[in-house]
């Protein structure tokens, strides 16, 4: 069965996850891999941490078609407004 975590009780979720004898997957949202990958946002620090911890737990992570649209929309126009940016100096 699935279940919704907010951001702010990852934390003990993860924790609880050491107990777990069984197979745990999640889905992550767009906002935590633009995250994991735009070092400037402010949360980035910390969602590396907690994929790192998913990581060693064996929590396999997986997005959905949407989100990986979503993710590659948000670092083509990240991408776009940094060139028009650099030809505007």
């Known amino acids: ?4 975590i907010p951001f702010s009780d ?4 993860v924790k609880g996850l050491s107990g777990v004898g069984q197979s745990v997957r999640t889905i ?3 906002n935590v891999l ?10 980035h ?7 790192d911890k998913l990581k060693a737990l064996g929590v396999e992570c997986f997005a959905t078609v949407t989100t990986k649209s979503e993710f590659m929309e948000f ?3 990240l ?11």
């Not at 069965?1 to 919704?4: A, T």
């Open 1 to 4: 069965m699935g279940k919704v």
């Open 10 to 13: 990852i934390e003990n979720f």
């Open 28 to 30: 992550l949202d767009t």
């Open 34 to 43: 633009i995250a994991a990958s735009y070092e400037i946002k402010d949360d």
């Open 45 to 51: 620090e910390k969602i590396v941490s907690l994929l």
């Open 75 to 77: 670092h083509r126009r």
């Open 79 to 89: 991408m776009l407004t940094e060139i028009l940016i650099d030809l505007s100096e």
